[in-house]
Structure formats: structure tokens, C-alpha cells
Nanobody, 126 residues
Framework: QVQLVESGGDSVQAGGSLRLSCAVS????????MAWFRQAPGKEREGVAV???????AYVDSVKGRFTISRDNAKRTLYLQMNMLKPEDTAMYYC????????????????????WGQGTQVTVSS
């Protein structure tokens, strides 16, 4: 059973930066597919960024040019560097992983991920 633990959430002012981390445990190696999702109060959870172990990365349009997803497989950790934060980035951020390689690539489809962390809160004030 893969375990994911997020950290790094905080309260910052608009224009600031944060780096979120997602530590992987109870799994040998690093899951091939890993992603960040977020859920703001009263809104549905949305995909933010996805990373594949082969180097592919993709982002939702609203964070392109501001957020960067990366991973350190030696540390079994996924990161999300968030720059130029906006109040609309305020949300609980979740890390997700999928270890099976069969089937369609999950992308930012939350239904295609098997493991989830508990989340870390990001609050951006104007």
C-alpha cells in the first residue's frame, strides 16, 4: 500500500512562493505517474500538474508558467514549486500516485489515480 505524505503548505501573500513536497513510502522506487490536485472550498477537486517517470510533465492552464512539478526519485519525493501565487490558488493540495502501467495515461484525471495523500493547505491572501 503506497503511502503519500504532503508538506509545505502555508499562508502567503499574493506574489509569493511555496514549495510543496510529497514523500512516498511503502513502495519500492517511485510511482511512474504522480500528480498534484487541489480543492478549494465549495469547488470540485481539480488536477494541477502531472509528472511521469520518463520526464513528461503537464499542467492545468491556470498555473502554466507559475508552477513547476518535479521529482527526486532517490528521495522518493514529488515537488510542486509554486511562484507568483494568486488568491485563487488557495486550496487544499493533494498528492496522488498510480503505480500500474496498464491502461490509459492518467493525466489530470483524478479517477485514474489509486493512492492519495491527506493534503496540505495553501492560503494566498491579497
Amino acid at each position: 500500500q503506497v503511502q503519500l505524505v504532503e508538506s509545505g503548505g502555508d499562508s502567503v501573500q499574493a506574489g509569493g512562493s511555496l514549495r510543496l513536497s510529497c514523500a512516498v513510502s511503502r513502495y519500492t522506487g517511485s510511482p511512474y505517474y504522480m500528480a498534484w490536485f487541489r480543492q478549494a472550498p465549495g469547488k470540485e477537486r481539480e488536477g494541477v500538474a502531472v509528472s511521469e517517470n520518463g520526464g513528461y510533465a503537464a499542467y492545468v492552464d491556470s498555473v502554466k508558467g507559475r508552477f513547476t512539478i518535479s521529482r527526486d526519485n532517490a528521495k522518493r519525493t514529488l515537488y510542486l514549486q509554486m511562484n507568483m501565487l494568486k488568491p485563487e490558488d488557495t486550496a487544499m493540495y493533494y498528492c496522488a500516485a498510480r503505480v500500474r502501467l496498464t491502461g490509459a495515461r492518467p493525466g489530470l484525471d483524478q479517477g485514474r489515480y489509486d493512492y492519495w495523500g491527506q493534503g496540505t493547505q495553501v492560503t494566498v491572501s491579497s
